[in-house]
């Protein structure tokens, strides 16, 4: 199996120093996202702004981490990718919204750890 994929993955290599890139992903059926399509998939109107993108984005991952579709997760990341491309959203600002996202994540989850915990009991004085 090892052995497979270094082949397939040198294969792909010496494919793009060959120029056969866009042949290959016509091959396999990949295309970009289109505009529409990352809407529908997200949700949002046309006119949507970063902000609403974002929150339909953290949204809908909250709610497939529920289910575990690794497909609905990458259809749901590839749209916000190509709406913050149409957005003209610079590199740093994608850095930036990730991390917001990742330190909310990590604020919850330590929110429900806490209230898993159960109450520490007081220590008990000696009676007298």
């Not at 740093?92 to 990730?98: A, I, M």
Request: aromatic share 4%; hydrophobic share 35%; net charge negative.
């Amino acid at each position: 199996l090892r052995a497979g994929s270094q082949a397939w993955r040198q294969a792909i290599i010496n494919g793009q120093k060959a120029g056969l890139g866009e042949a290959a992903a016509a091959a396999t059926g990949r295309k970009a996202m289109s505009l529409q399509e990352a809407q529908l998939i997200l949700g949002v109107a046309p006119t949507a702004s970063l902000e609403e993108v974002t929150q339909r984005w953290q949204h809908l991952l909250e709610i497939n981490e529920k289910h575990g579709s690794f497909y609905l997760q990458s259809k749901v990341v590839r749209a916000k990718e190509r709406l913050e491309e149409e957005l003209g959203v610079t590199p740093e600002q994608q850095e930036e919204l990730l991390r917001q996202y990742r330190e909310r994540l990590q604020a919850e989850q330590q929110q429900r750890q806490q209230q898993d915990k159960p109450p520490e009991e007081s220590p008990k004085s000696p009676e007298q």
